[in-house]
């Protein structure tokens, strides 16, 4: 960890930050809108056209944990500096593509970028902010990057049926590009100073095999067949690969993964509760856009002004989980964000009337948000800083990763459902059993909670911020340097 931020380090890397999230989801969001129109513009099949998603995914997916431990290792900034130029570059890819595979070879660049971006970023702010300041940092930045979710559909749409989707990409270029010139002059260094300059290649390889055949999986599993031999055989493979990555890292002598951060009891629950939420999201975004055009008959322009609602507490979530982390432990945030999601997921498969149902579904946005937002937050505060990359590495892994599985079943779900009753009591019944779900997990996590507090018993905290039973936030620096997997931190 680098020294004490100057008030101009600060605010470049929050701005930095904040701009290269923004981008990421604002292209994350407005490219499902554009398949139709690449399909159409290349003569492509849409189901070729949606590789332009798979490819990104799988190539995100695969570097959140390495992009998070690069950075921690040999240095945040030059990380971020590397991340957000190659993003900026497979935008400027995208724009130009002559073809098809062009566009996603550009968006795999674009995916390795966001890899590192995303956990890098968290990781910066992190290190730049002090204690005191950097919840509210952290929520801010989230705040701003879910202003990109919201307005992602919009801008997806507008581009496609006006000037084309290629602006999308244009105008993804000159935000990144300023994200990158400001990271260059503002943003300070810092890494993991207990860590040496080297990183575990074969820790990387098996990782990345195994994430990519599981996305893979997921993402194709629906056009080829759960039951096809590729299908299987990339399930197969993610289960050895994974196994090789957890043998390795028990084995290496500077792993990847320190696995004693999964005996870090407030960071498990956090990133149980925000996956679990986050897998929510997804859910409710697929199955209510389904039914407000083919239950409800809106289009998409219609439809997406009804998403507005939700969207506009999405992207207030990041502030508010960071207000609201000033007055409750982070396990008790995310406990809430999961009773706010799970009832409303539930009370939104019941309500009809317009009058309600547009409230209730902004709760529900409310609650999800805050859920997959706020886990960013929370994992920074009980963990050392020394190693926020690697943490926050680890939990995007698990939220896009899941939230791609939770997206697969649920459309599996609703097809073997539909020949039997309408895609209404279908949609319904896939948001109760969702809301149940998170309902279920939240229990669960303040179950715990309340056990360990109730037995006086400790449990690893990390460093970071740990937040113990009772009394003020322990400060790291008057904690010490504690060792992820050691049972001497206070509880969550």
Same mark, same amino acid.
């Given at each position: 960890?680098?020294?004490?931020?100057?008030?101009?380090?600060?605010?470049?890397?929050?701005?930095?930050?904040?701009?290269?999230?923004?981008?990421?989801?604002?292209?994350?969001?407005?490219?499902?809108?554009?398949?139709?129109?690449?399909?159409?513009?290349?003569?492509?099949?849409?189901?070729?056209?949606?590789?332009?998603?798979?490819?990104?995914?799988?190539?995100?997916?695969?570097?959140?944990?390495?992009?998070?431990?690069?950075?921690?290792?040999?240095?945040?900034?030059?990380?971020?500096?590397?991340?957000?130029?190659?993003?900026?570059?497979?935008?400027?890819?995208?724009?130009?593509?002559?073809?098809?595979?062009?566009?996603?070879?550009?968006?795999?660049?674009?995916?390795?970028?966001?890899?590192?971006?995303?956990?890098?970023?968290?990781?910066?702010?992190?290190?730049?902010?002090?204690?005191?300041?950097?919840?509210?940092?952290?929520?801010?930045?989230?705040?701003?990057?879910?202003?990109?979710?919201?307005?992602?559909?919009?801008?997806?749409?507008?581009?496609?049926?006006?000037?084309?989707?290629?602006?999308?990409?244009?105008?993804?270029?000159?935000?990144?590009?300023?994200?990158?010139?400001?990271?260059?002059?503002?943003?300070?260094?810092?890494?993991?100073?207990?860590?040496?300059?080297?990183?575990?290649?074969?820790?990387?390889?098996?990782?990345?095999?195994?994430?990519?055949?599981?996305?893979?999986?997921?993402?194709?599993?629906?056009?080829?067949?759960?039951?096809?031999?590729?299908? !299987?055989?990339?399930? $197969? &493979?993610? @289960?050895?690969? #994974?196994? =090789?990555?957890? *043998?390795?890292?028990? +084995?290496? /002598?500077?792993?990847?993964?320190?696995?004693?951060?999964?005996?870090?009891?407030?960071?498990?629950?956090?990133?149980?509760?925000?996956?679990?939420?986050?897998?929510?999201?997804?859910?409710?975004?697929?199955?209510?856009?389904?039914?407000?055009?083919?239950?409800?008959?809106?289009?998409?322009?219609?439809?997406?002004?009804?998403? !507005?609602?939700?969207? $506009? &507490?999405? @992207?207030?979530? #990041?502030? =508010?989980?960071? *207000?609201?982390?000033? +007055?409750? /432990?982070?396990?008790?945030?995310?406990?809430?964000?999961?009773?706010?999601?799970?009832?409303?997921?539930?009370?939104?498969?019941?309500?009809?009337?317009?009058?309600?149902?547009?409230?209730?579904?902004?709760?529900?946005?409310?609650?999800?948000?805050?859920?997959?937002?706020?886990?960013?937050?929370?994992?920074?505060?009980?963990?050392?800083?020394?190693? $926020?990359?690697? @943490?926050?590495?680890?939990? =995007?892994?698990?939220?896009?990763?899941?939230?791609?599985?939770?997206?697969?079943?649920?459309?599996?779900?609703?097809?073997?459902?539909?020949?039997?009753?309408?895609?209404?009591?279908?949609?319904?019944?896939?948001?109760?059993?969702?809301?149940?779900?998170?309902?279920?997990?939240?229990?669960?996590?303040?179950?715990?909670?309340?056990?360990?507090?109730?037995?006086?018993?400790?449990?690893?905290?990390?460093?970071?911020?740990?937040?113990?039973?009772?009394?003020?936030?322990?400060?790291?620096?008057?904690?010490?340097?504690?060792?992820?997997?050691?049972?001497?931190?206070?509880?969550?």
């Amino acid at each position: 960890m680098g020294a004490e931020s100057s008030p101009a380090a600060r605010t470049g890397a929050f701005v930095a930050g904040a701009v290269a999230l923004f981008c990421i989801q604002l292209d994350f969001f407005a490219l499902n809108l554009a398949v139709p129109g690449i399909a159409e513009e290349f003569g492509v099949t849409a189901s070729a056209a949606q590789w332009t998603l798979s490819a990104y995914m799988l190539a995100i997916g695969c570097c959140f944990i390495v992009g998070g431990r690069v950075g921690d290792v040999f240095g945040r900034r030059g990380a971020l500096l590397a991340g957000t130029a190659l993003f900026a570059a497979g935008s400027v890819g995208c724009a130009l593509a002559p073809g098809l595979w062009a566009l996603v070879g550009a968006r795999i660049v674009q995916g390795v970028g966001a890899g590192f971006v995303f956990p890098v970023s968290v990781a910066v702010i992190t290190n730049a902010f002090p204690d005191a300041t950097r919840a509210r940092a952290l929520g801010a930045v989230f705040g701003i990057a879910n202003v990109g979710t919201a307005l992602g559909p919009f801008v997806g749409g507008g581009f496609t049926e006006g000037p084309g989707w290629r602006w999308i990409f244009w105008l993804l270029a000159p935000l990144s590009l300023l994200a990158l010139v400001v990271a260059y002059v503002y943003v300070p260094d810092s890494r993991d100073p207990t860590a040496p300059r080297q990183l575990d290649l074969t820790g990387c390889a098996t990782v990345v095999v195994a994430l990519a055949a599981l996305t893979l999986a997921v993402e194709r599993g629906s056009a080829w067949g759960w039951d096809h031999a590729r299908t !299987l055989t990339l399930l $197969a &493979l993610f @289960a050895a690969a #994974g196994a =090789l990555f957890v *043998r390795r890292e028990q +084995r290496a /002598r500077h792993p990847l993964i320190d696995l004693g951060l999964f005996r870090n009891t407030p960071y498990v629950l956090v990133t149980g509760t925000g996956t679990v939420t986050n897998m929510g999201y997804a859910v409710t975004v697929f199955v209510s856009t389904l039914y407000l055009q083919q239950v409800r008959g809106l289009s998409p322009l219609e439809a997406g002004v009804v998403f !507005l609602a939700p969207a $506009a &507490l999405v @992207a207030l979530s #990041g502030p =508010l989980g960071a *207000r609201l982390s000033g +007055r409750m /432990r982070p396990v008790s945030v995310m406990a809430l964000a999961g009773t706010v999601a799970g009832t409303g997921m539930i009370v939104l498969s019941v309500v009809t009337a317009w009058w309600l149902y547009v409230p209730v579904f902004a709760w529900c946005g409310l609650g999800l948000g805050l859920g997959w937002t706020f886990a960013s937050v929370a994992t920074q505060q009980v963990v050392t800083p020394e190693r $926020a990359g690697e @943490a926050s590495g680890v939990l =995007l892994t698990f939220l896009v990763t899941l939230g791609g599985v939770a997206l697969a079943a649920a459309a599996s779900a609703i097809t073997a459902m539909v020949p039997e009753r309408s895609p209404e009591a279908a949609y319904d019944a896939i948001l109760r059993c969702g809301g149940a779900v998170i309902l279920a997990a939240s229990a669960v996590v303040l179950v715990v909670r309340h056990r360990l507090a109730g037995t006086g018993s400790t449990t690893g905290t990390g460093g970071g911020q740990p937040s113990g039973v009772g009394g003020p936030a322990e400060s790291p620096r008057s904690a010490g340097t504690r060792t992820p997997g050691r049972a001497d931190g206070p509880l969550p």
